[in-house]
């Protein structure tokens, strides 16, 4: 069975950091593309930063410079390392992962950013 885990998420201070963390159990992770994805109530889920398999990774142009993801093959994870928050970053957080026709979510982590 199949588990994608987020944590990380939480409350903080525009100009303050958080790093989100995504495990993923049941797959073969390292052939995987993963990604992280946010959501506000309302509104479409939006693609916030990729990274495939080969290590490529590519960001939506709005955290360009302020978020970093990365992963660790080794314990089937995934990081997004967020700087210099706004409340515009504030949303829900989903870690996705995808091979082929195969796909998988999170249940997703919260990301408040309040003054």
């Known amino acids: 069975q199949v588990q994608v885990v987020e944590s990380g998420g939480g409350s903080a201070h525009p100009g303050e950091s958080l790093r989100l963390s995504c495990v993923v159990f049941g797959i073969d992770f390292d052939k995987y593309n993963m990604a992280w994805y946010r959501q506000v109530p309302g509104k479409q889920r939006q693609l916030v930063a990729s990274i495939t398999r080969l290590n490529t990774d590519a960001y939506l142009p709005a955290v360009k410079g302020r978020f970093t993801i990365s992963r660790d093959n080794a314990n089937s994870r995934i990081y997004l390392q967020m700087s210099n928050l706004t409340p515009d970053d504030t949303a829900d957080y989903y870690c996705?992962?995808?091979?082929?026709?195969?796909?998988?979510w999170g249940q997703g982590t919260r990301v408040m950013i309040t003054s």
């Open positions: 996705n992962a995808r091979f082929e026709d195969l796909e998988y």
